[in-house]
Each structure stands twice: as C-alpha cells, then as structure tokens.
C-alpha cells in the first residue's frame, strides 16, 4: 500500500537551514514533489525529482532523496518569514492517471 | 503560467441540501482532475479522479452517490455535495494534468471551504 509520512510540526529561526524529511514504501514511485501550502489556500508545486536521481538543487531549496531507506529530504537554506506554511511531500507513479499520494504534512514556523 | 480556479471560494449551506463545487482549468485543457478533501490539520485524500467523457473512479469509501461528479468538458469538472450533512464540512480541492504536457505535471486549484450548518 501507499503511506507517505512526515514530522508534523518544525520551527526555525529566520536566516537558518530548515530540512523538512519524509519517508514513503511504495518503491514503485517515479515521482516524489514537496508541495506548499499556505492558510486557507491551494498547493503550490515547489519541486519534484525523479526517482532515479539523488539530489536535486533549486535555488534555496534542496531535494535529497535516498532511494535504498525511500526517505525525501527538502532543505530550505536562509529560511525567510515568508517561507512559513504547510510543506507536503507526495509521490506518483508513472502511467495511469498519475494519482498523487501525499504525506501528512509538516507546519514549519520560522521566527523572526 | 497554468492556472486552475475552483468557484466558490467558501459556500455556508444548511443540512440536507446540496452544493455544486466547479474547478476551472483556465488556460489549458485538462483531460483528468482529481478531487481532494482535506481536513484541519491533516493530510489531501484522493477522493476520486474525474476523466472527461466518462464516469468518475472513485476512491474506496467514498460514497459516488454522495459526491458526484461531472467532467463534461476540456476544462471544467464539478463536484456536487448531495444532501450535505456537517460532517461534509471540509476543503475541497481539485487538479487538474494538462490533456499535453509532461508526467508530473498537475495544477491545483485554490480549494472551497465547505460549511454545513
């Protein structure tokens, strides 16, 4: 089955490194994302790494990703107030109709 | 950018009535949307995924009857909550995938907040 499993909760201060992590089972994901979500709002795509690659850089945001323990990492460097909200990570896999299966989400707080 | 809108933002009904959710694919045509229901703290669960021209798959323990759906067009799908009762009360949030465009991509709506009195 499809489990997808975060911390709940990471508070950090402003200018700091945040590393929000995640494990999945399902081994068959081609593709794992972090997500965005601010109050009362939608999901923004943040990133997404294929599953045959270990790392990924994005300007402040940084996916690691170890396939062996299936364990996603996003580190946001300089951790702004803005930054403050819901981050999901999510799998799918390839073919079919791509249904996302997201984790439970960890509220980061970045004090000023 | 792709854009995807979900009309109302927030609707109050009374119990025992029904409500029409619509999400919007605005600038592209979407082929599949999914449905999600998100409780306070908690994660998105896929309630179904809606393909237009044909009928909806729904996920298990989710009631068709109850949540309907409709994708009758490119662009739009409509999640209706029949006879709604408070425990129905959640965010609704819908996605879209470009009917062309790459595996990942998917475009979320800015998700309805559903009150049932």
């Known amino acids: 089955g499809e489990d997808v499993e975060q911390s709940l909760f990471l508070s950090v201060r402003e200018g700091d490194s945040s590393v929000i992590n995640c494990t999945y089972t399902?081994?068959?994901?081609?593709?794992l994302y972090w997500y965005k979500q601010e109050p009362g709002a939608g999901l923004q795509l943040l990133t997404y790494i294929f599953s045959n690659m270990d790392m990924k850089q994005d300007q402040r945001l940084t996916v690691l990703l170890n396939k062996k323990d299936k364990h996603l990492s996003l580190r946001i460097a300089d951790t702004q107030t803005g930054d403050s909200a819901i981050y999901f990570c999510?799998?799918?896999?390839?073919?079919?109709?791509?249904?996302?299966?997201f984790g439970t989400g960890t509220k980061l707080q970045v004090i000023p | 950018g792709a854009v995807v809108s979900q009309h109302p933002s927030r609707v109050i009904c009374k119990s025992g009535t029904s409500v029409k959710i619509e999400c919007r694919s605005l600038?592209?045509?979407?082929?599949?949307m999914f449905w999600y229901r998100q409780f306070p703290k908690k994660s998105l669960m896929l309630m179904a995924t809606?393909?237009?021209?044909?009928?909806?798959?729904?996920e298990q323990g989710v009631e068709k009857d109850k949540f309907l759906i409709n994708h009758a067009s490119l662009t739009l799908s409509t999640l209706t909550v029949t006879s709604a009762h408070p425990e129905d009360s959640s965010f609704y949030i819908c996605?879209?995938?470009?009917?062309?465009?790459?595996?990942?991509?998917?475009?979320f709506g800015p998700g309805t907040r559903l009150t049932v009195t």
């Open positions: 996605s879209a995938r470009p009917s062309v465009g790459l595996d990942y991509e998917q475009y």
């Open positions: 399902d081994s068959s994901s081609t593709y």
């Open positions: 600038d592209f045509q979407a082929t599949t």
């Open positions: 999510a799998e799918s896999y390839s073919g079919g109709y791509q249904k996302v299966t």
């Open positions: 809606s393909n237009e021209g044909s009928k909806a798959t729904y």
